[in-house]
């Protein structure tokens, strides 16, 4: 009996001892990944701060709180208000909550003190692998002070170089059309002809400087929208009389058709003819001789569409999701025009979803595209 009971309690303690040790070796474990997760987030050079899915900070490394000149204490486990006016909350605050204005994979803080310092903030979201439930998020906290200094020399470099060509490049422009003109004596047609055809260089390289111009601009930031409510059909004419010399050069006709006789939009007149300008070119570059380039204005419940409608090459479907990336061309663009940035597109693009807008593209190769850029009504 008593040898029963003794057997029965042996196999108790041996049981329970496995699991002791199946429990300490758990335990060991993790403690072990924790000090690995530790050891790899204080290795960064950038900083982390981990947050719960109601943005309350559970983990922060030490290069954030060397960057935001805070301690874990001041945030750990603590809620922050967004609209506080204390200064390490509203620092704290501008990191861990997206401004409503911030547009992209990432927003930019500055900050004043100690020195300025200009800090980009990435936001990876947390889930759960299996159900795919939203855990919370990670703040990745980057110093491009540095960064930002040397892109705005290299800028500033591109831009007085810039500056520097299209001074010549505008006066040979005006000497070429004198000539063409007759105002230095009669020309025969031979030489009218490659008269004509330095014309075309010369405007194409006008337009490669005025775009590196242009996006030198748009990434600097230094692009001011300063916007009023203006006419748009007379806006849209301005910008078809812009290119009309252009256009009679390359023997393209440029084609009115509104559906509309006025309406007023708000929007930076300087920038959004940069915008359509940019479009119109694009029409006339990659249109056959002899051919017409149409422009529409339509009206919408919630915009205002222009489009540009040419009989040009078209675009392949599968390069299209590229189009607007800076300097990207298409391959039959490529063999149809040897010159050329890839910036046009890229420009049209930026400046109007910087207004709130966006430029869409209905092609087919060998047919001809239609570009439509909208802008939200006021």
């Given at each position: 009996?008593?040898?029963?009971?003794?057997?029965?309690?042996?196999?108790?303690?041996?049981?329970?001892?496995?699991?002791?040790?199946?429990?300490?070796?758990?335990?060991?474990?993790a403690s072990h990944q924790f000090d690995e997760a530790t050891l790899i987030l204080e290795s960064l050079r950038d900083g982390l701060i981990e947050c719960d899915s109601a943005m309350v900070a559970t983990r922060i490394n030490?290069?954030?709180?060397?960057?935001?000149?805070?301690?874990?204490?001041?945030?750990?486990?603590?809620?922050?208000?967004?609209?506080?006016?204390?200064?390490?909350?509203?620092?704290?605050?501008?990191?861990?909550?997206?401004?409503?204005?911030?547009?992209?994979?990432?927003?930019?803080?500055?900050?004043?003190?100690?020195?300025?310092?200009?800090?980009?903030?990435?936001?990876?979201?947390?889930?759960?692998?299996?159900?795919?439930?939203?855990?919370?998020?990670?703040?990745?906290?980057?110093?491009v002070t540095i960064e930002t200094v040397v892109e705005k020399h290299k800028n500033d470099l591109i831009s007085i170089v810039s500056?520097?060509?299209?001074?010549?490049?505008?006066?040979?422009?005006?000497?070429?059309?004198?000539?063409?003109?007759?105002?230095?004596?009669?020309?025969?047609?031979?030489?009218?002809?490659?008269?004509?055809?330095?014309?075309?260089?010369?405007?194409?390289?006008?337009?490669?400087?005025?775009?590196?111009?242009?996006?030198?601009?748009?990434?600097?930031?230094?692009?001011?929208?300063?916007?009023?409510?203006?006419?748009?059909?007379?806006?849209?004419?301005?910008?078809?009389?812009?290119?009309?010399?252009?256009?009679?050069?390359?023997?393209?006709?440029?084609?009115?058709?509104?559906?509309?006789?006025?309406?007023?939009?708000?929007?930076?007149?300087?920038?959004?003819?940069?915008?359509?300008?940019?479009?119109?070119?694009?029409?006339?570059?990659?249109?056959?001789?002899?051919?017409?380039?149409?422009?529409?204005?339509?009206?919408?419940?919630?915009?205002?569409?222009?489009?540009?409608?040419?009989?040009?090459?078209?675009?392949?479907?599968?390069?299209?999701?590229?189009?607007?990336?800076?300097?990207?061309?298409?391959?039959?663009?490529?063999?149809?025009?040897?010159?050329?940035?890839?910036?046009?597109?890229?420009?049209?693009?930026?400046?109007?979803?910087?207004?709130?807008?966006?430029?869409?593209?209905?092609?087919?190769?060998?047919?001809?595209?239609?570009?439509?850029?909208?802008?939200?009504?006021?």
């Open positions: 009996m008593y040898s029963l009971i003794t057997f029965i309690l042996l196999v108790v303690i041996l049981i329970l001892g496995l699991k002791n040790r199946r429990l300490r070796k758990d335990r060991e474990q030490t290069a954030a709180e060397t960057i935001l000149g805070i301690e874990a204490s001041q945030i750990i486990n603590r809620a922050i208000d967004r609209d506080s006016i204390n200064p390490t909350d509203k620092l704290l605050a501008s990191v861990l909550f997206r401004p409503k204005d911030a547009e992209g994979a990432s927003y930019d803080i500055f900050l004043a003190s100690p020195s300025e310092t200009k800090l980009r903030i990435f936001t990876i979201p947390k889930t759960e692998p299996h159900t795919k439930t939203l855990l919370g998020y990670i703040k990745i906290i980057r110093d500056h520097q060509l299209l001074t010549p490049l505008t006066g040979v422009k005006w000497i070429l059309k004198s000539l063409i003109s007759g105002d230095s004596g009669p020309v025969v047609p031979k030489q009218a002809e490659m008269i004509k055809k330095g014309l075309v260089v010369n405007e194409d390289m006008i337009g490669l400087v005025t775009d590196i111009l242009d996006v030198t601009k748009v990434e600097q930031a230094s692009f001011s929208y300063k916007k009023a409510p203006y006419d748009i059909i007379q806006f849209v004419r301005e910008v078809i009389t812009s290119r009309k010399e252009k256009a009679e050069t390359r023997n393209i006709k440029l084609e009115e058709k509104f559906s509309i006789s006025n309406k007023e939009v708000a929007f930076d007149k300087e920038r959004m003819g940069i915008a359509l300008g940019n479009l119109l070119d694009n029409g006339i570059d990659y249109s056959p001789s002899g051919t017409s380039v149409g422009v529409g204005v339509a009206i919408t419940p919630s915009s205002v569409d222009i489009s540009v409608t040419d009989k040009g090459i078209g675009i392949p479907e599968k390069e299209r999701e590229h189009l607007f990336a800076k300097f990207y061309r298409a391959e039959n663009a490529k063999r149809v025009r040897s010159g050329g940035t890839g910036l046009g597109l890229y420009l049209a693009k930026h400046i109007t979803e910087d207004h709130g807008g966006k430029v869409t593209i209905n092609s087919k190769e060998g047919e001809g595209s239609t570009f439509t850029l909208s802008l939200p009504l006021m």
